[in-house]
């Protein structure tokens, strides 16, 4: 299934550095999805796109910034990040925000703040 | 709000015995319902999902799940594990928020399958 891709795989970044996790849907969906998963936690939604405008916020800090230029693509811009931020952040679409639509996710992207 | 609950965040059985993962509900109106599997190393994948109409949905892998309004249940089932059966598995709820719905999920639960 490769219908939504996440690069990098893997990423290990400072606390003081700049990166970028890239998410990319192949489905022709109109909704996208950051999730955050950690270890002994439910998986956590972070932000969600519709239509490339962001319409949810979950009370994520100001260092995650997400970013939507269209439909097919979906980033999620680090910078100052903590420790705590260590985890597996899962890409995710839709065809649009229907309760029974079925939600598509990418193998995520595991980061390690050292 | 709309939750839901995976009971046993560990199970354990042995190859060719029945496979039953537990999740319970919490929602104030007919829920959307979901399990998803997560292999290592690689991201969710859809096993089934319950929206309207049949109780017992089938899905991929010869797993199933049968939604009990009265008890508040969706528990997934297999009648026979098999060794590549071995992963976390989640239920999730789909939850209705003024833009649109999303998943909320349960914390997991693994699943070994001993030989």
């Known amino acids: 299934e490769t219908g939504v891709t996440q690069t990098p795989r893997h990423l290990v970044m400072g606390m003081t550095n700049k990166k970028s996790l890239k998410c990319e849907q192949h489905l022709g969906h109109n909704a996208m999805y950051w999730y955050k998963q950690s270890a002994k936690k439910p998986l956590e939604l972070m932000f969600v796109?519709?239509?490339?405008?962001?319409?949810e916020n979950n009370s994520v800090p100001s260092r995650f910034s997400p970013e939507c230029p269209n439909s097919s693509h979906l980033f999620l811009h680090l910078h100052t990040l903590q420790p705590e931020d260590s985890a597996l952040y899962l890409c995710?679409?839709?065809?649009?925000?229907?309760?029974?639509?079925?939600?598509?996710f990418g193998e995520g992207s595991w980061l390690t703040v050292v | 709000a709309q939750s839901v609950t995976q009971l046993g965040s560990h199970v354990s059985v042995s190859e060719g015995a029945l496979v039953l993962l537990r999740c319970n509900y919490s929602s104030s109106v007919p829920p959307y319902l979901f399990w998803y599997v997560q292999y290592p190393n690689q991201g969710l994948q859809l096993l089934l999902k319950y929206t309207t109409g049949a109780t017992l949905v089938k899905g991929i892998n010869g797993f199933e799940a049968e939604f009990k309004k009265s008890e508040t249940s969706f528990h997934l089932t297999k009648p026979s594990a098999h060794m590549s059966d071995a992963a976390e598995y989640f239920c999730a709820v789909s939850v209705s928020s003024n833009s649109g719905y999303a998943l909320n999920f349960g914390k997991g639960t693994s699943l070994l399958v001993t030989p």
């Open positions: 796109y519709s239509l490339e405008e962001r319409v």
């Open positions: 995710a679409s839709s065809q649009d925000r229907g309760g029974g639509n079925t939600i598509y």
